[in-house]
């Protein structure tokens, strides 16, 4: 099927415009349709509905593990650093300072 498209005036365009832009989005529909129909029909097929197959459900997230905290400060014990991570700014100023990271150690 070929259109001469350069004989066409404006509004005959836009409108050739319109009716291509529906039934593309029929043309979508329909094969949306069939491929819901056919997931529908593999999934009776295993003994599920559709909905069981794609409910969403939230992954079991493994959680995060709380470790006990390796180092201290010793101007204020409340302040401790599991090891890992970014060093705290009172660990990186005690370094510079000449101390050792054992100075910081909590007693296991």
Do not use: C
């Amino acid at each position: 099927m070929e259109v001469d498209l350069d004989g066409m005036s404006l509004a005959q365009l836009k409108a050739l415009e319109k009716d291509v832009a529906k039934a593309i989005v029929t043309f979508e529909a329909k094969r949306l349709s069939a491929a819901r129909a056919a997931a529908e029909a593999i999934a009776r097929e295993h003994g599920f509905t559709l909905a069981e197959i794609v409910e969403t459900s939230p992954l079991t997230k493994r959680s995060k593990r709380s470790l006990a905290p390796k180092f201290a400060n010793p101007a204020n014990p409340a302040e401790v650093w599991t090891g890992l991570g970014r060093r705290p700014k009172w660990f990186i100023d005690g370094l510079a300072a000449g101390k050792q990271p054992e100075d910081f150690r909590l007693p296991s």
